[in-house]
């Protein structure tokens, strides 16, 4: 079907508008006529019910349908403008009578620095999927690549919207009161985070899916370690001897994801700090890519990109993960029997519900 549809033309010289503060002209459509193809009507597809697999959890997840935007995520992004916003006002707010800036503050500025790796490494890794989006939608991706999208999709998800909300919290905190009220902006920004931990999964859905992932397509991780050990190899090359022990740490860690992916079949307290594990890695990987070819083209922040990484490995959640790995995996059968005690043993208050 075709139907005439009257096109603007382009407006004159005159119309284009120079400056907000003088009246514009309204612009006039021409008279030339375009005849525009529109495609058939398409018929309403009836209403199904969500399928709820045997184990509980969405069909949707298990057959990894998330949106395009859910590889990126708001989370990331409003972490971002919480510690902008943060760290705009250390630069002007002063304490000990006036005299000294938060800035200046040794204290302060290490909190300050939580915050800041923290979004360097969600950021990092995030685009990075997003790099492979664009390369899989393009039909450019190969395997290897489209295997590592499938594990990255998940964790991405549930890793970045857990935890950049509390990113965005203490970025609050850095502004004390002023941080709770409304007209500093954080408030709504945490706000809208937090739905980004339940909508399309929430942290423990997306690490079931994760392991799906790799039921169903067991050389995924095969190919996420080669990619890993490319990036850290060439790392080796080219970094000097400060940043070396991460890298040993990190290639460590990316070894036993066989044996914890393995694990996870048969404990099911694996399942969420596997997925903590794996997020964690992966960031520290895209971190250290980035300090790789920063050094390499010799960026003014190779030395902060450089200790980000070692930061990242060597104090913060790659250590952090893998305490939480251990847990889980030791006793396994009686600490669950003893979560069950703890949360609904007789002294527990009852509720009427």
């Not at 520290?284 to 070819?293: G, S």
Request: charged share 20%; with cysteine.
């Amino acid at each position: 079907m075709t139907l005439p549809l009257t096109i603007p033309g382009a407006p004159s010289a005159g119309n284009c508008p120079t400056s907000i503060n003088h009246p514009q002209a309204p612009v006039s459509p021409s008279s030339s006529v375009q005849a525009l193809a529109l495609p058939p009507p398409i018929e309403s597809a009836a209403s199904t019910p969500c399928l709820v697999e045997e184990d509980g959890t969405d069909d949707d997840y298990a057959d990894n349908d998330y949106g395009d935007d859910d590889v990126a995520g708001p989370a990331p992004d409003g972490g971002g403008r919480c510690l902008s916003i943060a760290r705009a006002s250390s630069t002007v707010r002063a304490v000990e009578g006036g005299k000294t800036l938060l800035k200046d503050v040794p204290m302060h500025v290490a909190g300050l620095v939580e915050i800041t790796l923290l979004y360097k490494a969600l950021a990092n890794l995030t685009f990075g999927a997003i790099g492979l989006l664009g390369r899989s939608e393009c039909g450019l991706a190969s395997a290897e690549e489209e295997a590592r999208l499938r594990l990255l999709t998940p964790t991405i998800k549930g890793y970045a919207a857990h935890w950049a909300t509390a990113g965005m919290e203490q970025a609050m905190g850095a502004l004390g009161g002023l941080g709770y009220m409304e007209e500093a902006g954080i408030g709504r920004l945490i706000r809208d985070a937090m739905v980004e931990k339940i909508w399309e999964g929430t942290i423990s859905v997306c690490a079931l899916d994760l392991t799906r992932a790799v039921s169903k397509e067991p050389k995924a991780v095969t190919y996420y370690i080669e990619w890993g050990r490319s990036l850290i190899q060439a790392a080796q090359a080219r970094l000097h001897s400060p940043a070396l022990q991460a890298v040993e740490t990190l290639s460590a860690s990316l070894q036993r994801l066989p044996i914890y992916f393995g694990e996870s079949v048969t404990n099911a307290l694996l399942t969420t700090p596997l997925l903590n594990y794996f997020a964690a890695i992966s960031c520290a990987l895209y971190l250290l890519e980035h300090a790789t070819w920063s050094r390499n083209v010799k960026e003014a922040s190779s030395e902060v990109d450089l200790e980000a990484f070692r930061r990242w490995v060597e104090e913060g959640e790659i250590a952090h993960t893998h305490v939480q790995m251990t847990k889980a995996r030791e006793d396994y059968h009686r600490r669950i029997a003893l979560n069950s005690k703890i949360v609904y043993g007789g002294d527990v208050l009852a509720a009427k519900l």
